[in-house]
Structure formats: C-alpha cells, structure tokens
C-alpha cells in the first residue's frame, strides 16, 4: 500500500493525466511573460487589476464579442482593459473562442491548437476546449493543426491575463490563429462559427493592432478610417478602407490593421442582431511621449447584441406584411414563385429583420390552417411568404385551400419578436411572453396566446410545453436552454 501511495504521489506531482487518453497533459507555456507583460505573478495582479479599475463599466448589454490589442501592457494595456470592462464578472461563459494574425507562419487557412490542454500564464492555467478545436477541424478542412503557429505567437497570449483577472475562473478557450490571402475560406471560416457566436453561451475575442509604423498624425487619420469601417459592422467597409489607406501614400504604413483577417472572420459572422461599439483609441505615440515618427494604433471593440425588447411594427408595416401574405397564396394558385410576392414592398428594410412567424386562416371563423417558422435565420417578408404558403397548402389537417374560398379567408399574422435567452422563470411573464424550450436535438414552444385559452400556472405553462412540444418530460425544462419571445398578433 505504501509503494502504490507513494507511486500516486508521484504521478500527481509530475503532472496531471488526461483520463480519455491516459497521456500527460500538455501545456502550453507562457512565452510572452516577461516580454509583452509582466512575468511576476503579483506585479501582473496589480497591473491588470489598475488598468481594469480605469474603465469600470455599468455596461448590461450582451457582449458577444471584444476587438482588442495584443501589444505590450505598456503601450496597449489600457485599451485592451477599456474591453474587458465590458464584460460581466459573473457571466458564465461555456467557452471563448480566441482568434488572432500569425506573426510568423504562413497557413493558408486556419490553425486550431487541438494538442494542448491549457495555456499557462503567472496567474495559473487556462483549460482548452479540445472537444471544439477538434470539431471545427471536422467541420471543414480550412481548419487544421499546424503547432509552429501556437508555438511563439503571443497575439493569444497577451489576452489571457485580462480574462483571468475579469472573469476569474476562466471557461475553456477555442485558439484560433489564421492566415490566408483567400477571401472565400474567410467566409467558410464565418460559415463554421457563426451558430457559436449566435449561442449567447459563447465569447469570441480578437485579437489585432491596428497601424503599424506611420506618423503620430498619419496613424490618427488611418486608424479613424479602419476604425469606422470595424464599426459599421460591415466586411465590404473594411476591405474599402484597408485598400483606401495601402493606396493613399501615408510613408512607413506597413498594414491598417494586422488582425484584418480575424476581424473580417468576425464581421462576416454578424447579422443585424448586434452592433459595433467603439470603445477607444490611443496609439504608441500617445504613451510617454514616446516616439511619434513611427507608431502602432490600438482600437477596443465590443460587439453587443440589440436589445430586442422595444421590436414593434407600425400599422402601415402590419398592411404589408398581410399583404404580402395574401400576394403569396394567390401568387402559388396561379403558378408563380415565392419570390415574387417576397419582393413586395422591398423598399422598407424594416421587413428584413429575421424573426420568427405563423400565419393562421379563418374561413367563417373556423380555423382553416396554421403553420409558422420559429427562427431567427430567415428575413420576416420571406417567411411571411412562406408560411402563407404552408398554411393555406401544407397544414395537414385541411384540404388546400381553393382559389374560390380566398374572398371568404381572413389571415391572422402573428410575428415573433427575437427570442431572448432566460436563466430563471422569474424572467417570463406569463400572457406576454412565449416560451422556447432546447436541449440537445429537441425543442417546442408555445406561444404567449397559449396562456389565454387555458388556466395554468407559470410552471404548469412551461412543464406542460417540455413534456408535450420538446418532449423533454415534465421537469425537463429545469436544465435546458429557456427562451422568451413576445409575439405582434394582428
């Protein structure tokens, strides 16, 4: 017994073991400490802790994602702790996905660290999501292992202090280094992470300077001009910018921004659910009077998530939007595409949002179909469209509708607002709210209506809806993903 204990000991001093694969775990070292920031565990406490106090927010919004600097503490700290104030200390993130430039190889693509366990830094070590690294390599082949670009890249690095003295217990990190020229695997990239981005689980940080060595005075207006273009959340502005700025003639301008790459993976991933905050700018030049002839820019970022709970729609909208679905049923009876009866009324942006619909006949009163779409992944004319379609041709439990009936039809459109996601039911409002319940494969919902026809309790609303639509059970609600959406009924 004495020989085994000792042995154990052993082992546990040597290193932890990974118990899926019994082999030792690996760590990837802090090379940066002592370089781009401190190497003293409590000298790097205090700094960051300094610099975070210089920005405390009372920020609430959803931040999705940070742009922030991976310079040296001295010269970008403060700009970096300007976006990790945003962040709510008690947030519980599932995972954070760490994107940034490759200094040193080139890839061609992008490169997943899924070999290391965890990143180490003076204040402790940050576990890695391996199971994640390894999806995104499955996922698409633009995503591989490539270990020269973890091995000295700190653009990475540089970011783990401030999360660690953020968020505390750090959650598992995705690290993502990329490095093309193609435009089409940006896409692909965006294509694969975007339903993590849109998990609300989830926190992408970007990594990326901004100019590098122009004048004081040049880095201002060039930095100005990438930095609109980051806030307009739109990729096409960037590249415009970016190209304006490499043909403009500013001397000693070696890139607008050496993360463009992440960044662009980040913009192509956003829809018109979040937006672009700007949150601030200095440059070397700005430190100490350091050297103003040849400077790096540094820009914060947050991308937050809208708050959808002001969504209403004017009468004049509610016109079109029935409009469009009577355009629909008569458009299929007589043979057309559902396009032509999406493009009515193209001139109002306001019906591209992308929320969730239902669309009910009555004839006489009496149901005729109902069928709608529960997403947020399609523009609210084309599911108007659509699910007038479906109700009056695909409900199962009528005859399709016929083209002398339609005088006799009265549509009924109900238009869910986006979905936000709950951590308690003392969240939902029973007759105001709906309710979405997920875990895994299965989901349902029952729409706030629901609550008018029957007499149930909040809990008997929401058990009733896990056991009969998600087909969770009873209590199977308790630990799942809980969403509240208000619905526009008209």
């Not at 008569?330 to 109002?348: E, I, M, Q, T, W």
């Not at 149901?367 to 997403?375: D, N, S, V």
């Not at 238009?415 to 969240?427: A, F, G, H, Q």
């Not at 008018?452 to 209590?475: I, M, P, Q, Y």
Request: proline share 4%.
């Amino acid at each position: 017994m004495t020989i085994i204990l000792i042995t154990l000991i052993a082992a546990i001093m040597m290193g932890q073991t990974d118990e899926q694969n019994n082999r030792q775990t690996i760590v990837r070292p802090a090379t940066q400490a002592g370089r781009f920031y401190d190497g003293n565990a409590q000298r790097l406490s205090r700094e960051v802790d300094s610099l975070l106090a210089m920005h405390q927010t009372t920020e609430k919004a959803q931040v999705a994602a940070l742009i922030v600097p991976h310079a040296g503490y001295y010269f970008s700290g403060s700009v970096a702790a300007a976006a990790y104030a945003t962040l709510h200390p008690d947030k519980p993130y599932k995972r954070i996905f760490m994107l940034g430039p490759s200094h040193h190889e080139w890839l061609d693509g992008a490169s997943v660290n899924t070999e290391a366990d965890c990143y180490a830094t003076p204040l402790g070590q940050v576990r890695v999501d391996r199971e994640t690294c390894r999806k995104l390599i499955e996922a698409d082949s633009v995503f591989a292992y490539r270990p020269e670009a973890h091995d000295r890249e700190h653009c990475l690095e540089v970011q783990l202090p401030f999360l660690q003295r953020r968020l505390g217990d750090v959650p598992p990190i995705v690290p993502v280094i990329i490095s093309t020229n193609d435009f089409n695997k940006l896409e692909r990239m965006a294509e694969v992470l975007k339903p993590y981005i849109d998990d609300q689980d989830n926190l992408f940080v970007i990594s990326s300077d901004f100019s590098h060595y122009p004048s004081y005075d040049d880095a201002c207006k060039v930095d100005a001009l990438t930095g609109k273009a980051v806030e307009s959340g739109d990729v096409s502005q960037l590249i415009a910018a970016i190209r304006k700025n490499a043909k403009s003639g500013v001397r000693n301008l070696a890139t607008s921004a050496c993360g463009e790459l992440a960044i662009a993976t980040l913009l192509l991933m956003l829809d018109k659910s979040y937006e672009v905050k700007h949150l601030m700018y200095r440059n070397s030049g700005d430190v100490d009077d350091h050297d103003r002839s040849r400077v790096v820019g540094y820009h914060a970022f947050a991308v937050v998530r809208k708050d959808t709970t002001g969504f209403v729609l004017t009468a004049q909208e509610k016109k079109q939007l029935k409009e469009i679905a009577a355009a629909s049923i008569r458009d299929a009876l007589d043979g057309k595409p559902v396009s032509r009866s999406v493009a009515l009324h193209a001139d109002n942006p306001r019906l591209d949002v992308k929320c969730g619909a239902f669309v009910s006949l009555h004839r006489h009163g009496q149901l005729r179909g109902c069928i709608g779409h529960f997403g947020e992944d399609v523009s609210l004319r084309e599911i108007v469209a659509r699910m007038a379609r479906a109700a009056a041709f695909d409900d199962p439990r009528f005859q399709p509708v016929r083209r002398e009936e339609l005088d006799a039809i009265d549509l009924e459109l109900s238009v869910l607002t986006p979905m936000r996601r709950i951590s308690s039911l003392d969240e939902f409002e029973l007759h105001k709210h709906g309710i979405y319940i997920r875990k895994g494969h299965r989901s349902g919902t029952f729409l706030p209506q629901v609550a008018d026809e029957v007499n149930w309790t909040k809990e008997e609303f929401v058990g009733h809806c896990s056991r009969d639509k998600a087909g969770l059970g009873w209590d199977g609600w308790r630990d799942a993903e809980l969403y509240v959406y208000e619905a526009i009924v008209f």
